[in-house]
C-alpha cells in the first residue's frame, strides 16, 4: 500500500442538466461512498429548473463546487472536459448525476488507479456480476447492441457507460478530440493500445426523477462517431501489417 502522503486526491465530475431533484441526494451518497473526495464538480450546462441554486447551497456544507457553461459545445464530452479544466485532483471519477451510477463503488474505481494497475477503470454492466435492474427489454437489446458495436474497437465490454475513473492529465490529453455522448468509448479509441483498461460489475438503475437526456440524435452522434473510429482503424491496421511482413 502506498504511504499515505503518497495517495493520489480524487475530484468527481458530475455533468448536469436539469437536476435540481437529484444533486443533493448524489452528493450526499458520494459523501457516504467511503471515499473522501477533494471535490465534486458539477458542470451545468444551462439548467431552468434550480440545479445551480441547489449546487450553491450544497456548497455550505459539503467540498462541492459549480461549474457554469455560458455557451456549452461538445455536449456531455464538452461539460467533462469543462470539468476536468477545472479539477485540482489527480485522479477524476465522472459519473451521471441521475443517480444510475452506484457512488457505493467509487473507491473500487479509483483503488486500481491508485495501486498503478491500469490507466482507466469503468463501472460496467455488461461484466460478471453487473447488471440493469428494471430495464425494458428494448432498452437491453439497444444497449447492448451499442456496446457490441463498440467492443471490437476498444475490447472493453461496456465502453457506452459513463461511470469511470482516470487519471486527470491522461483525460486531459485524449479527450479534447472527442465530441459526442460517450467520452469513454472516444478516450479508448484515441488511446489505443496504450490505456489499460479494467472493468468492474456495477447495478446500473434507470433515472427514478427527472428526464433522460438520451435522444435519438444522440444516438445518431455516437453512430458516426464509431463509423470514424473504424473508418481510421482500417489504414492503421493494414500499414502495421505491412511492418510486420519482413520479420516474417
Known amino acids: 500500500m502506498e504511504p499515505a502522503s503518497l495517495v493520489q486526491s480524487v475530484s468527481i465530475i458530475v455533468p448536469t442538466l436539469n437536476e435540481a431533484e437529484n444533486v443533493e441526494q448524489l452528493t450526499r451518497q458520494i459523501m457516504a461512498s467511503g471515499i473522501d473526495p477533494l471535490e465534486i464538480i458539477f458542470v451545468d450546462d444551462g439548467s431552468t429548473d434550480g440545479t445551480c441554486e441547489r449546487v450553491r447551497a450544497l456548497a455550505a456544507e459539503f467540498p462541492v463546487r459549480l461549474v457554469v ?35 457505493s463503488r467509487i473507491p473500487d474505481l479509483v483503488r486500481p488507479l491508485q495501486a498503478g494497475g491500469c490507466e482507466m477503470v ?5 461484466v460478471r456480476g453487473g447488471t440493469t435492474p428494471g430495464w425494458p427489454l428494448w432498452r437491453r437489446i439497444m444497449s447492448r447492441a451499442a456496446s457490441a458495436f463498440a467492443y471490437p ?3 472493453v465490454h461496456d465502453s457506452m457507460c459513463g461511470f469511470f475513473a482516470i487519471p486527470r492529465p491522461l483525460l486531459l490529453e485524449l479527450a479534447p478530440a472527442a465530441t459526442g455522448f460517450k467520452i469513454a468509448f472516444e478516450i479508448i479509441v484515441h488511446g489505443g493500445r496504450s490505456i489499460r ?6 447495478a446500473f438503475r434507470d433515472r427514478a426523477r427527472g428526464a433522460s437526456k438520451m435522444t435519438f440524435r444522440v444516438a445518431a452522434v455516437f453512430f458516426v462517431r464509431w463509423l470514424a473510429a473504424v ?6 491496421r493494414a500499414a502495421a501489417a505491412t511492418v510486420r511482413a519482413p520479420v516474417r
Open 197 to 202: 483498461v479494467r472493468e468492474i460489475p456495477i
Open 69 to 103: 457553461r455560458e455557451n456549452p459545445t461538445l455536449g456531455l464530452s464538452g461539460a467533462v472536459v469543462a470539468g476536468a479544466h477545472a479539477a485540482t485532483g489527480d485522479l477524476l471519477v465522472v459519473m451521471d448525476a441521475d443517480l444510475s451510477h452506484p457512488p
Open 122 to 126: 469503468i463501472g460496467s454492466r455488461y
Open 153 to 155: 474497437l476498444t475490447r
Open 231 to 236: 473508418v481510421r482503424r482500417k489504414p492503421a
